[in-house]
């Protein structure tokens, strides 16, 4: 019996407004789905409490961070918050050749970029079930100050149309469900005949077949 191939991994790009909960949904995700691998993007912010180099960010300097970006090493970068984050290339690409799928937790202007550079990925918008809500979630992180709960807040009432340019929604009133949801859509587009290698697997049934005949 043979198993049925991709052809390659897919980006799954996530995108949604500060306190949507992209990161917990993403970790629970990877928690709950093979095949699956976290892009760490480069930021020139600094590490926030228990935040580890390497693991959810590489945090870089300014002097790094616009080396990488003119030597082409970014897939997309963009300015946010005030600080600097991009997603490196090279990951994504190998680890997409290896089959694996690859998680992108970026902002609008970076899910744009990705849009254009590399149409096979899919779009995912996770939005907050109220602004109430978010509110809370912003607040309750205790990593920002109160300024920059804020500025994040108020940029938050401009991002929610974004979501028209996404190809999947999904709202993160119960985290349980919101990982189902994007596990879900993720299945699903595993299974498109355009992304598997049916050529070789039909060829192996077919092998089988002739196998049987002649018993
Ligand atoms: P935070 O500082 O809260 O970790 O992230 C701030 C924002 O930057 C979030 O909306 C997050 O999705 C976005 N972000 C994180 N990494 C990247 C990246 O590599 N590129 C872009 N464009 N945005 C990113």
């Given at each position: 019996m043979s198993s049925l191939r991709r052809k390659q991994g897919f980006l799954v790009v996530i995108s949604g407004p500060s306190g949507a909960g992209k990161n917990t949904v993403v970790n629970e995700l990877g928690k709950r789905l093979d095949r699956i691998r976290y892009s760490v993007s480069a930021t020139t912010r600094p590490p926030g409490p228990g935040e580890v180099d390497g693991v959810h960010y590489d945090f870089v300097t300014h002097d790094e961070f616009q080396e990488m970006r003119e030597a082409g090493e970014l897939l997309e970068w963009a300015t946010v918050y005030g600080n600097f984050y991009g997603t490196p290339r090279r990951f994504i690409e190998e680890t997409t050749a290896e089959g694996y799928d690859v998680i992108l937790d970026i902002d609008i202007q970076g899910a744009r970029q990705v849009r254009s550079r590399w149409p096979a990925g899919i779009f995912v918008y996770l939005m907050p079930p109220s602004m109430e809500e978010l509110w809370r979630r912003i607040c309750a992180r205790g990593r920002d100050s109160r300024d920059a709960i804020n500025s994040r807040f108020n940029l938050a009432w401009d991002e929610l149309e974004a979501v028209f340019d996404y190809d999947y929604v999904v709202v993160n009133s119960n985290l349980?469900?919101?990982?189902?949801?994007?596990?879900?859509?993720?299945?699903?587009?595993?299974?498109?005949?355009?992304?598997?290698?049916?050529?070789g697997f039909i060829k192996n049934l077919k092998t089988n077949r002739r196998c049987n005949s002649s018993e």
């Open positions: 349980d469900e919101a990982v189902d949801n994007l596990r879900a859509i993720i299945t699903a587009e595993r299974s498109k005949v355009a992304r598997c290698d049916l050529v």
